[in-house]
């Protein structure tokens, strides 16, 4: 059974930063590339970031461009993303998802397993 484990969340001042981690089991991590969406209280889930299955090709949302990045550990089986100069408008549970031998992938649709997430709250 395939489990992934979000972790990292918080409350944080506008200008911090957070580093989110998701922890997989049950799959073969080193052959599904990994996402990361985000959904804020009556909005659409919305893509983040995403990071190819050897690691070596990473997309982000024109939003968190600059500000975000993606990276992955295979031996740990965990994938992370740092959040710098974090905004209000980052708000939202963020969800980790696997993609196999995913690249550049930024629909939901596109991913097979999802995390139950972690709260992100950003403060003005």
């Known amino acids: 059974q395939v489990h992934l484990v979000e972790s990292g969340g918080g409350l944080v001042q506008a200008g911090g930063s957070l580093r989110l981690s998701c922890a997989a089991s049950?799959?073969?991590?080193?052959?599904?590339?990994m996402g990361w969406f985000r959904q804020a209280p009556g909005k659409e889930r919305e893509f983040v970031a995403t990071?190819?299955?050897?690691?070596?090709?990473?997309y982000y949302a024109d939003s968190v461009k600059g500000r975000f990045t993606i990276s992955r550990d295979n031996a740990k089986n965990t994938v992370y993303l740092q959040m710098n100069s974090l905004k209000p408008e980052d708000t939202a549970g963020y969800y980790c998802?696997?993609?196999?031998?995913?690249?550049?992938?930024?629909?939901?649709?596109?991913?097979?397993?999802w995390g139950q997430g972690t709260q992100v709250t950003v403060s003005s």
């Open positions: 998802a696997a993609d196999l031998w995913g690249y550049d992938a930024n629909s939901p649709d596109q991913y097979e397993y």
């Open positions: 049950g799959l073969t991590f080193s052959r599904y590339g």
């Open positions: 990071i190819s299955w050897r690691g070596l090709s990473t």
